[in-house]
């Protein structure tokens, strides 16, 4: 008997000193789309459904930050499929987030279902630019946009691409509106580095 409270107790403990729905759905999310059929067009749109929930709302709608959360997810599956994934452990590489900014439209409300449509926009030397769209189904309108800096770390999204693709890949051109938001991180990264004292120690 006493082995199922020690158990009970170190399940309560895990529960609230890790996220453990996080890394539940994403396993989750992740073999879901390991036996989906593959997607060889490393920049076409996937789309993921969902809906939202009560575990999802503040104010009856769905909370800014489960945005993120669900692009998270998004961004496992797109990888899974195209092939990235692989590619990336294969050659030794890993992949984080830099950089992110997203864009509110119209709320989401409890209950209302939505498609996560994601995509590969674009990749210069040292990251993958990702747009995700939140389209309701119910009327179709775009409630959220977000741009994701996917930076690649101990190798190129150029090398990744020509490992899964054996071939070189042509970069899209970057939109204009994209382009503006990585003039800003660059701008940023600048202005913190000067105020850091980096800039001075590397020249």
């Known amino acids: 008997m006493w082995w199922v409270l020690w158990l009970l107790a170190a399940v309560l403990a895990l529960f609230c000193i890790v996220d453990v729905w996080y890394f539940v759905r994403a396993a ?10 593959p997607v060889w067009d490393v920049t076409a749109e996937q789309v993921l459904t969902g809906r939202v929930t009560p575990h999802d709302i503040d104010m009856c709608h769905m909370n800014n930050a489960r945005y993120l959360r669900e692009c998270d997810f998004a961004r496992f599956s797109l990888y899974t499929r195209n092939g990235v994934f692989k590619a990336t452990r294969a050659l030794g590489a890993n992949m984080v987030v830099g950089a992110t900014t997203i864009r509110y439209r119209r709320a989401l409300c409890i209950g209302e279902g939505y498609e996560l449509r994601s995509r590969i926009v674009t990749w210069d030397d040292k990251a993958f630019f990702l747009e995700q769209r939140f389209v309701s189904t119910k009327d179709g309108l775009v409630c959220a946009v977000m741009y994701c800096k996917q930076s690649v770390i101990r190798n190129s999204p150029d090398k990744i691409l020509q490992h899964l693709c054996k071939r070189k890949v042509e970069r899209p ?30 020249k």
């Open 28 to 37: 989750v999310v992740i073999l879901r789309a390991w036996f989906q059929p």
């Open 173 to 202: 051109e970057f939109p204009e509106d994209l382009q503006h938001w990585v003039n800003f991180i660059s701008a940023s990264s600048q202005a913190l580095r000067a105020e850091s004292g980096l800039e001075e120690k590397n």
